[in-house]
């Protein structure tokens, strides 16, 4: 489960009861108990990745709050959106970023959690991140390795001889 734009404390608080819920089984409570329930309950509640995207500045600022949060599996950096947020659009390696990444990953060592990167699909930063502390990433969309496919075919078919 993904929930983006988690920023303030009242978007903490709301992730909390949520999160609970996805703790306490996640599965509806009416559902009357036995023990292959229980056991499938658990089995949910184990496979179940609760991702968080931090995308402005006020979030990487409550960074370790949200990291705080039990059942919160990773916090996700999306970069594109908090560079457009600080006024840097697409600035991926400026101080002020590879600061944000300190400080997520910092909070995410400190609580157990994974840190996440989403938006950096530069090797070379990708790589630079990664050794920071970075273990989730999100390396790309649908979109942009199906225009990379056919960008590739494209040229290829451009260097075919005719005969």
Same mark, same amino acid.
């Given at each position: 489960?993904?929930?983006?734009?988690?920023?303030?404390?009242?978007? /903490? @608080?709301?992730?909390?009861?949520?999160?609970? /819920?996805?703790?306490? @089984?996640?599965?509806?409570?009416?559902?009357?108990?036995?023990?292959?329930?229980?056991? %499938?309950?658990?089995?949910?509640?184990?496979? +179940? +990745?609760?991702?968080?995207?931090?995308?402005?500045?006020?979030?990487?600022?409550?960074?370790?709050?949200?990291?705080?949060?039990?059942?919160?599996?990773?916090?996700?950096?999306?970069?594109?959106?908090?560079? #457009?947020?600080?006024?840097?659009?697409?600035?991926?390696? #400026?101080?002020?970023?590879?600061?944000?990444?300190? #400080?997520?990953?910092?909070?995410?060592?400190?609580?157990?959690?994974?840190?996440?990167?989403?938006?950096?699909?530069?090797?070379?930063?990708?790589?630079?991140?990664?050794?920071?502390?970075?273990?989730? /990433?999100?390396?790309?969309?649908?979109?942009?390795? +199906?225009?990379?496919? $056919? %960008?590739? %075919?494209?040229?290829?078919? %451009?260097?075919? @001889? +005719? $005969?």
């Amino acid at each position: 489960m993904v929930y983006p734009a988690i920023s303030q404390n009242e978007s /903490i @608080k709301k992730l909390q009861a949520v999160v609970m /819920i996805h703790e306490n @089984k996640g599965l509806n409570d009416y559902i009357i108990e036995s023990a292959n329930l229980v056991a %499938r309950k658990q089995a949910v509640n184990d496979a +179940l +990745l609760v991702v968080v995207m931090l995308e402005t500045p006020a979030a990487i600022a409550n960074a370790d709050a949200i990291a705080a949060v039990p059942g919160i599996d990773v916090l996700l950096i999306g970069t594109n959106d908090l560079t #457009t947020e600080m006024g840097i659009p697409g600035k991926l390696d #400026t101080p002020e970023v590879v600061k944000a990444y300190e #400080t997520v990953i910092a909070a995410c060592r400190k609580h157990g959690k994974w840190a996440g990167m989403g938006g950096v699909y530069v090797p070379p930063l990708m790589e630079k991140y990664i050794g920071m502390g970075v273990r989730m /990433i999100l390396s790309g969309s649908d979109f942009s390795f +199906l225009m990379e496919m $056919a %960008r590739g %075919r494209a040229a290829f078919l %451009r260097g075919v @001889k +005719l $005969a």
